[in-house]
């Protein structure tokens, strides 16, 4: 129903996880530019209001619970 992340915000850390995970570092060189120059470190939330009224109404897509849904042939509300 909630959740939360923080970002990595150590530079090391971040170049070490693009080698475990096999990635291309030069794709992330613009990410890792925020951490190198300074960026601070920061988190969110969200809270899935849809899920519960899904659970709620006994419906079974989420997709009829969002008041503005994205689909394939709707990209604005």
Request: proline share 5%; net charge positive; hydrophobic share 35%.
């Amino acid at each position: 129903i909630i959740g939360g992340s923080q970002r990595i915000s150590d530079l090391k850390l971040l170049e070490k996880k693009i080698k475990e995970f096999k990635l291309k570092k030069q794709d992330y060189e613009w990410y890792l530019d925020l951490r190198r120059y300074g960026s601070i470190p920061h988190s969110g939330f969200g809270m899935g209001l849809e899920r519960i009224v899904m659970w709620l109404c006994g419906i079974e897509n989420i997709r009829e619970t969002a008041p503005f849904p994205r689909t394939m042939g709707r990209m604005k509300p």
